[in-house]
C-alpha cells in the first residue's frame, strides 16, 4: 500500500511498545481489505497520555489502540465509552468519530475467543489472575462472564489488586485479591487453581529471562497456565509450566482476536482473520532474529 496524501492513519499508544506486532497485523489485514489505511506504534510515556488523547484529535487519527500502562487512563480520556469498557475500568481501543471519542474493550471478547480456540474452559473454574493493571481489568470481566467460580486477582502493590477485585466483585461478587505468596496460597485452601493467567509484562519481551512469581504447590493437576505476552511466544513461565505437565497457551490468540474487533470498530469491515494470523506469525518470527 503506498502511503498517500489521503491515507487513514491509526495507531498503537503503549509504553514500551516497539516490540509490538500489531503494526504487521493490522496493515496486513488493511492491504487485503483493499483500504488506503496505515497503523503506527507509537511510544507514549504515561505523563504525555493526555496530549496525546487531545493529538489524535488535532490530527484526525481514525482511533488508536492504547496498551501497557495506559489502558485506564484511557478510559478517563474518552467523551464516551462502551459495556465492557466501563465494566472493566480500561479501554483498549478508541475510535475518532470528528473528534469525538469512543472507548471500547476488545480485549474482554479477545480473550475469550482465544481460550476457546485453544480449548481452554473457564465455566466453574477457579482462576489465578498475575498482574491487576489495565489488561487484567478486561480479562477479569471476561472471566466473570465465562462463568468462572472464583477470580483472586495479584499485584506486588495491593492497592491495585484490591481496587480490581472490588470492581469485579460489584459486577459478581466472585473476586478476591492478594498481595503476596502466601495470601494467594490461603486463598487456594477453598481448592487449587484450575487456570493460572499472566497479565504481568514479566518476561516480555527484552526481558525474556523474567517470570511472575507462580505458586505452582496451589495449581491443580491438569491445570492450564496461559499467557497474555505474545513475545516471546514461549515464555519462561509457559516454559516451566509445560514441564511441569501443565496445559499451556500463548498471548498470540488474545491479540489476533482483540486486534479483529478492534479493526472492525475502526473500518465497520469484516477483519480477515487469516491474513491478520499469518502476518503476526510471520513478524514474531522475524522479531525472533533481530538484526
Ligand atoms: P499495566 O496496566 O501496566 O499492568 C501491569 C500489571 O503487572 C500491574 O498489576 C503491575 O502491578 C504488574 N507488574 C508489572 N511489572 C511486574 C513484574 N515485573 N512482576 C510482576 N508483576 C508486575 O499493563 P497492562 O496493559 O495490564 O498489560 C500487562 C501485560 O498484558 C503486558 O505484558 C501486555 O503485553 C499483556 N497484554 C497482552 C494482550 C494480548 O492481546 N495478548 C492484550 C493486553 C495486554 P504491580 O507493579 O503492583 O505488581
Known amino acids: 500500500m503506498q502511503i498517500r496524501g489521503d491515507t487513514e492513519v491509526v495507531a498503537v499508544l503503549g509504553y514500551p511498545v516497539r516490540h509490538s506486532c500489531s503494526p504487521e497485523m493490522h496493515n496486513a489485514a488493511f492491504e487485503a481489505l483493499g483500504l488506503n489505511w496505515c497503523y503506527v506504534a507509537l511510544e507514549v510515556a504515561p505523563e504525555r497520555i493526555e496530549a496525546a488523547f487531545e493529538g489524535i484529535r488535532a490530527l484526525g487519527l481514525k ?23 466501563r465494566l472493566a475500568g480500561a479501554a483498549n481501543t478508541v475510535l475518532n468519530q470528528g ?10 471478547e479477545g480473550f475469550l475467543l482465544a481460550a476457546k480456540e485453544g480449548g481452554v474452559a473457564l465455566a466453574g473454574k477457579r482462576v489465578l489472575v498475575l498482574g491487576a ?53 490461603e486463598m487456594a485452601e477453598a481448592g487449587p487453581y484450575q487456570v493460572v493467567v499472566n497479565v504481568t509484562p514479566a518476561g516480555m519481551w527484552p526481558k525474556v529471562g523474567e517470570m511472575p512469581p507462580a505458586p505452582w504447590e496451589a495449581v491443580a493437576e491438569g491445570a492450564a497456565v496461559l499467557d497474555t505476552i505474545y513475545n516471546p511466544r514461549q515464555t519462561m513461565l509457559l516454559e516451566t509450566a509445560a514441564g511441569k505437565g501443565f496445559r499451556t497457551l500463548t498471548g498470540l490468540g488474545m491479540l489476533l482476536y482483540q486486534g479483529a ?12 482473520l487469516e491474513v491478520m494470523r499469518q502476518a503476526l506469525d510471520r513478524a514474531l518470527d522475524l522479531k525472533k532474529s533481530p538484526a
Open 63 to 85: 482511533g488508536v489502540n492504547v496498551t501497557i500502562p495506559h489502558k485506564e487512563a484511557a478510559l478517563r480520556l474518552v467523551d464516551e465509552a462502551g459495556e465492557e469498557a
Open 133 to 185: 493493571g489495565g489488561a487484567a481489568r478486561g480479562i477479569g470481566v471476561s472471566l466473570l462472564r465465562a462463568g468462572a467460580e472464583s477470580v483472586v486477582v495479584t499485584s506486588r502493590r495491593r492497592e491495585r489488586a484490591a481496587a480490581l477485585a472490588d470492581t469485579l466483585n460489584a459486577l459478581a461478587g466472585r473476586a478476591w485479591a492478594a498481595a503476596s505468596a502466601l495470601e494467594v496460597r
Open 99 to 108: 473528534g469525538r471519542l469512543k472507548g471500547f474493550n476488545t480485549d474482554v
Open 261 to 272: 474487533l478492534a479493526l472492525e470498530i475502526w473500518t465497520g469491515r469484516e477483519a480477515p
